[in-house]
Each structure stands twice: as C-alpha cells, then as structure tokens.
C-alpha cells in the first residue's frame, strides 16, 4: 500500500510539473531498458573478409543505436557503401536503414567506422544487423538477444 502512495505522488508531481517525464520514466523503467546494454561483439570471416560487429548505446533513451564495424581483408577491395548496404531487422522483421556511416571511406582492405541508427520506440526482444555484399557474400547476419 505504502509503494502506491509513493507511485502516486510521484505522477502527481510529473503531472504538475514539479518532476521531470525524463524522472518519472527512469524511476519506472526496468533498468535493462534505461541502460545501455552490453551486448557481445561478433565476427563473421567468409569470402576472405573478416567483419566483426560491436553494439554500443543500445537503449530506448539513446541519442543513436550505434554499431562499431571493422573489416579486414587481405584479398578484396572493401569498396561497399555500409549506409546503403546495411539494415537494422527489429524482432518483427521491420528494416531500418542506417542514418549514418561514420568512419573509412570505401576502398582498402581494412576500414572501420560507426553506423548509426535512429533507436526504435520499444526495446525489441531481438535485433540483427544485416550487411550485404561484402566480399561477394549475399548477406552477413549479426543477431542479439535483447530480453
């Protein structure tokens, strides 16, 4: 009974004005949602090309979702364009693009970067970054299990 009171009155003083929406939500949140998540790196080396991929700022509070890429190859030329070779598949099969690619321009044998992605509304129970066309593979999967 007590833990109501205080749920109340905390949505009294968000309501009024008197504490923030951004308090209120990360009083309630799970904290799973509210922090980022630790999510592994993964590597994937086929067609002569090494891409490893690392999840950063995965949280519905993030600015971006963005996901840490290196490749590395002694045997191709790495010339792909990852901001319109990537997409981000939510738990409902959904594709986002990415919003930006920041890093190594096209060409090389090693480059890495940030692609960043606008973060979605409700932290899916999975996500898979999908990067196609490098080194002659179809489609690279990297899939996380969020919840």
Known sequence: ???????????????????????????FVIPSLAAPMALAP???????????VTPKNITV???????????????VALDQDLAKTT???DAQGKQHPPIAW???PPGGHHR???LRFKP??????????RISGVGGIDTRVFRWQLQ
């Open 102 to 104: 920041e890093g190594d």
């Open 112 to 114: 890495s970067g940030i």
């Open 1 to 27: 009974m007590r833990r109501h009171k205080w749920m109340a009155l905390l949505v009294v003083l968000a309501v009024s004005g008197t504490l923030s929406a951004k308090a209120l939500v990360d009083f």
């Open 120 to 129: 979605l509304a409700v932290l899916p129970s999975s996500l898979e970054l």
């Open 87 to 89: 997409v981000l598949v």
């Open 61 to 75: 509070a993030a600015d971006t979702w963005d996901f840490e890429v290196a490749l590395n190859t002694h045997s």
């Open 42 to 52: 993964q590597a994937r080396s086929e067609g002569g090309v090494n891409v490893k």
